[in-house]
């Protein structure tokens, strides 16, 4: 496929890696070891392609169940990076184990928080709540509309599979260190934020029923007068009550759902919220 | 006892939590998709979409950060939905009704994570061998007849044994904890938006937040329209940080 004498792989080679890693990351996922059997399982008929002496080959294998955990759309560029230098490896044996490990290793913790942020963060909630807008307006795209995110993740992750294959380790740890993926991290977190301010005025409803009623007087509705201040005043105080109940207070995910149960039976029952 | 339905459940169960595709399990199992395919099932997809849009509302912020999942929403929509649609309780308590069984799936998951245990160690040994075959099964085939028996067999007998008597409890519930389900409901999306500001909201951005709630309180735009907005918006400030750093 190509002139350099190095290059092994194909561009199908690369491909079926990328299909083997999307379709089972999470499957073998394990407390002790995460997704390294799905990473192995990936480059195993890559890695036979590879190395032709079999000590070699089974050493790669071993080394590839090595504990490993990342995002996995941005992961793919992991892959690639452990491609080329598996490849290097397997032409000059001039690349210890280690170092891909090493490599492996340093990159999983930074990617998987920039995946974390704009896979999981931005992008899936964004399209999501446009799930629901069509959804709750009747139109059946949006019970679909989620498989948007998984065609633009699988397409972005088997780019950045290639980005990592072609441009190698150096390029990628140049790209972490420039600004340029930080600018990327706050436009899409400018982007999410204002949707996610957007959204949640639409769909946190929390109204009050109370009225006080006077003689020979207008009764006074108090949700009027909320909305006089400021309006959507209840689903602000709702989210960032939630908001400082986990930062400041620390409490788990449960412990909020339940608490919002309770005050809300508490609330309905003397009719404060409604 | 409607056997049709339970097993439909269980199947939709099984397919949303099949962990097949990185992104696209996600997809499977979101709360839009599960109440799709049961707007299918009971022939009422207006119901089915207002269900599932409002359960996958309050999981919209989750991340399951190194494999753990906070919540399972799957299992929260698939026990709930159809709940809804036979007795006809309103979105937002279908909410409220939902949310404990998202709590159970949880433990659900790290059964499967644990005894995924099994098929590392199994692996290791293969790897020894150099046998990819089996190692492709220990990472694709194994896991996942584990996960059918986990996700398949509790909601189908959920399905089966507890749907008519849930029905029946709230049915005979009285009319202020349906409210306070409804109350709850309406709040419990604040949740699924707290936890994306945790996780994108440096809070020297947070005042986009803020231009996006109000802009929706006050001038009344609709989603699309602030979709727009706030990529320009996203726009403009990359084009400024970039031309700073150039």
Redesign the interface.
Known sequence: MTTDNNKVLTKKDLFTVWNRWYFSTELSNSYDRLQALAFCNASSTILRKLYKNDDEFKEALVRHLEFYNSEGTMGGMVQGIVLSMEEENAVSHAVPGQIITGIKTGLMGPLAGIGDTLVWGTIKPIIYALGCTFALQGNPIGGVFPFLFAIITYIAGWFLLKFGYTLGKDAVMKLMKSGTINTVITGASILGLFMMGALSSSYVSVKTPLVFEFENANPIVLQDILDSIVMGMLPLIAIFGIYFAFTKKKVGYNTVIFSVIIISMIASFFGILG | MDVGLALFSGFVYWLSSC?????????LG?G??I???F?LFFGD??T???L???I??VY??M?????NM??DNALAAVIAIPIAMKSGLDA?AAV?LA??F??LGVFLDQLR??S??I??RK??EL????D?KG??K???IY??IV?FFLRFVPVFLISLLGTDSVISLIESLPE??I??????G?????????????????PK??P???????????LG????A??I???C???L??FE??KK?A
């Not at chain 2, 962990?19 to 997809?27: D, F, I, M, P, R």
């Not at chain 2, 991340?63 to 494999?67: E, F, K, L, R």
């Not at chain 2, 986009?208 to 006050?218: E, H, L, M």
């Not at chain 2, 735009?221 to 699309?224: E, R, S």
């Open positions: 962990k097949v595709g990185y992104t696209l399990e996600s997809s979101s839009l998709f109440g799709f395919m707007g997809m207006i089915g979409l207002a599932g849009a409002s996958q509302l919209l912020g991340i399951s950060t190194g494999g906070p919540a937002n409220a949310v404990p998202g709590v994570r644990t995924n245990s098929w590392v692996a290791d790897a020894q061998k150099g990819i190692i492709f220990c990472a694709y896991p996942e996960i202020f904890i409210t306070g389900f409804s109350v709850a309406g709040i419990l999306p604040a949740m699924g938006f707290a936890i994306i500001l945790i996780t994108i909201g440096k951005l947070l986009y937040f803020f231009i996006g709630f109000f802009a929706v309180q006050y735009l609709n989603n699309m602030t979709a907005f706030g990529t918006l996203a726009l400030v990359i940080k970039s750093e």
